[in-house]
């Protein structure tokens, strides 16, 4: 493999399965974060204006004049810096697969969002969008629209599904639907976890809930 020239601007973050990432931390750095695991990136710029990336390795980041101890800020900033969040309720978005509809992306704002609908977050690319957990600006926003506490269900590597913390929602509930996803319909290599986490903007914390 050719050397890389790392632009440290273009590091960015995504979400792993914590098992998952075992084998590659002694070549490539990695966070943990609550139960997951927070792998690096570097994006990179084709001629012809297509986006693609490859994992960041140690000696990239040595070389790159990143200290490990500054990765996990300087990664969650280029993170926003050059992924925009999406959010589209759940709904809308599985219309939009099966029948080709335009989904309506609701991130723009800080209009009151419905509680009785289900929100899917995720990036404008589309992969390792999951990462959004990470964002703070982000899971704040949404949570302020919906009430000031959400579920999260970590749908794939790619999106988290958003849920409002009202009554109707039960968390053993949620947490048997993650597992059952996961084990009949996500990829082995998207798998995330299969627990439910919990944002409150009184605490300004994520956190396991299930």
Not at 111 to 129: A, P, R
Request: charged share 30%.
């Amino acid at each position: 493999m050719e050397n890389r020239i790392i632009n440290k601007d273009r590091i960015f973050m995504r979400l792993m399965n914590r098992e998952a990432c075992e084998e590659i931390r002694n070549s490539y750095p990695c966070d943990d974060f609550l139960n997951l695991t927070v792998g690096y990136r570097w994006l990179d710029y084709k001629e012809d204006g297509i986006r693609t990336s490859v994992p960041l390795k140690n000696e990239e980041l040595e070389a790159a004049g990143v200290e490990k101890e500054e990765l996990f800020m300087l990664a969650q900033k280029n993170t926003e810096n050059l992924f925009d969040a999406r959010l589209y309720r759940l709904g809308d978005l599985v219309k939009r697969i099966c029948e080709g509809e335009e989904a309506k992306d609701f991130m723009p704002g800080s209009d009151v969002l419905d509680k009785k609908e289900l929100y899917v977050c995720t990036n404008d690319s589309g992969f390792f969008g999951a990462a959004v957990m990470l964002i703070d600006n982000v899971i704040d926003n949404v949570a302020k629209r919906l009430g000031g506490s959400i579920y999260i269900l970590p749908s794939s590597v790619h999106e988290i599904i958003i849920v409002p913390r009202i009554e109707e929602y039960d968390l053993n509930m949620l947490k048997e639907t993650v597992h059952s996803v996961n084990t009949t319909v996500v990829n082995e290599t998207d798998y995330l976890s299969d627990n439910v986490y919990l944002y409150s903007t009184a605490t300004k914390k994520l956190e396991i809930a299930a």
